[in-house]
Nanobody, 129 residues
């Protein structure tokens, strides 16, 4: 069964940076045809779309604009989330997801599991001094 695999999470001090990566595992899937996104879930909170990208558009939460950058490398069939100026509020499990681009990138990011077909297992990001 197709699965996405995240990497790059860990412990970082406030103000630090991390880069998350996501790629398919166990199945041949060309991500360049899919809308992709990064989601996170903090303890006691619902999962939220952090940043999502289609072939033409990017959507990001207001709280991460200017700090997080989503990107994709079609040649490597991998996508990334560069996170800078991290704060305690960014502590969460981060998930990557991919799905057919059936609506606007913002709708897909807001809809989460309603639109994204494939998900990773999650990687922990902890921001702490």
């Amino acid at each position: 069964q197709l699965q996405l695999v995240e990497s790059g999470g860990g412990l970082v001090q406030p103000g630090g940076s991390l880069r998350l990566s996501c790629a398919p595992s166990g199945h041949s899937l060309d991500l360049y045809t899919y809308a992709i996104g990064w989601f996170r879930q903090a303890p006691g909170k619902e999962r939220e779309g952090v940043s999502c990208i289609s072939s033409t558009s990017i959507y990001s939460l207001d709280s991460v604009k200017g700090r997080f950058t989503i990107s994709r490398d079609n040649a490597k069939n991998t996508f990334y989330l560069q996170m800078n100026s991290l704060t305690h509020e960014d502590t969460a499990v981060y998930y990557c997801a991919a799905g057919p681009p059936i609506t606007t990138v913002q709708n897909m990011c807001d809809g989460g599991k309603s639109f994204y077909r494939y998900w990773g297992q999650g990687t922990q990001v902890t921001v702490s001094s």
